[in-house]
Structures are given as C-alpha cells and as structure tokens.
C-alpha cells in the first residue's frame, strides 16, 4: 500500500462514498472507480496507524483519543483518527475547525473548550499542551 495526503474536505468525500462493507479507504476507492475487491492486501485499520499531532505544542495523541464539550446544552464527541478529529464519520484537522462544524463561529480558545477524561478527572485538553509553547495575548 501507499500513503496519500489529502486535504480534509477530500478525506470527508472519500468517507461520503462509504457503502456497507467498505471499512477502510482502499474499499471505498475500489467501489468509486469500479475495481475489483483486493483480498491479498492487508486491512488498514484507522484506529491503530495515527492519532492526532499538533508539532506547535508538542502535543501526540494516541489513536481513538476520545475529547469532549457542551455547547447550547449538547454534548459532542471527537476522536483522534489519521491526523483528524472525527466527529460523526467527518474529519475535521484542528480544533478551531471541529468547533466551526458544531456552530461556533466566534473567536474561541479551543484547547480550553474541549476536555478529555484523565482516569476519573475531567480536564481540559490545553493541559496537554508544552506550556512553554504557549504564546500569551498582552491585555
């Protein structure tokens, strides 16, 4: 197999065309451009090969990373998948971007407004971030 990259509106296509069976993006591709089913070929499984990484605050996160947050009294779930965070089948590549698809438009600190679950403790997800890297806004 090869790797490709693809922006994440392509990635959320590439996922759209899904039919029942097709677990991984190779199936999908083979049903889009009529190709027969390749059995030889090993399974890629999403949930082992990446997790999320941001370089900038030196944050890895290990595949099926699960975050969280409310927001006008819903509760909403992302994973960490392939570089993306997943919420409901659609990869969205930052956080600011994920925050957009649930209706936030105005200027928020995302690494603040999501949480993750560490054991019992609910904490937010900017705890994970290299406090050094952090550039603080002069008031």
Same mark, same amino acid.
């Given at each position: 197999?090869?790797?490709? *990259?693809?922006?994440?509106?392509? &990635?959320?296509?590439?996922?759209?065309?899904?039919?029942?069976? *097709?677990?991984?993006?190779?199936?999908?591709?083979? =049903?889009? &451009?009529?190709?027969?089913?390749?059995? !030889? *070929?090993?399974? @890629? %499984?999403?949930?082992?090969?990446?997790? /999320?990484? %941001?370089? +900038? #605050?030196?944050?890895?996160?290990?595949?099926? /990373?699960?975050? &969280?947050?409310? #927001?006008?009294?819903?509760? $909403? @779930?992302? +994973?960490?998948?392939?570089? /993306?965070?997943?919420?409901?089948?659609? =990869? $969205?590549?930052?956080?600011?971007?994920?925050?957009?698809?649930? =209706?936030?438009?105005?200027?928020?600190?995302?690494?603040?407004?999501? $949480? $993750?679950?560490?054991?019992?403790? +609910? @904490?937010?997800?900017?705890?994970?971030?290299?406090?050094?890297?952090?550039?603080?806004? !002069?008031?």
């Amino acid at each position: 197999m090869r790797a490709i *990259q693809v922006s994440p509106d392509v &990635f959320q296509a590439i996922w759209s065309a899904r039919k029942p069976g *097709q677990d991984n993006e190779d199936a999908i591709l083979r =049903g889009v &451009f009529k190709l027969p089913e390749e059995s !030889k *070929q090993p399974e @890629r %499984d999403l949930s082992i090969t990446v997790g /999320f990484h %941001d370089p +900038r #605050y030196g944050v890895k996160l290990e595949p099926d /990373f699960e975050i &969280f947050r409310t #927001y006008r009294g819903k509760e $909403y @779930r992302a +994973r960490a998948i392939q570089g /993306f965070w997943n919420l409901n089948g659609t =990869g $969205y590549a930052t956080l600011n971007e994920l925050n957009k698809a649930i =209706g936030i438009a105005g200027p928020e600190n995302a690494w603040k407004a999501w $949480y $993750y679950m560490d054991g019992k403790r +609910r @904490r937010p997800l900017s705890d994970l971030r290299d406090q050094s890297t952090i550039v603080r806004r !002069k008031v």
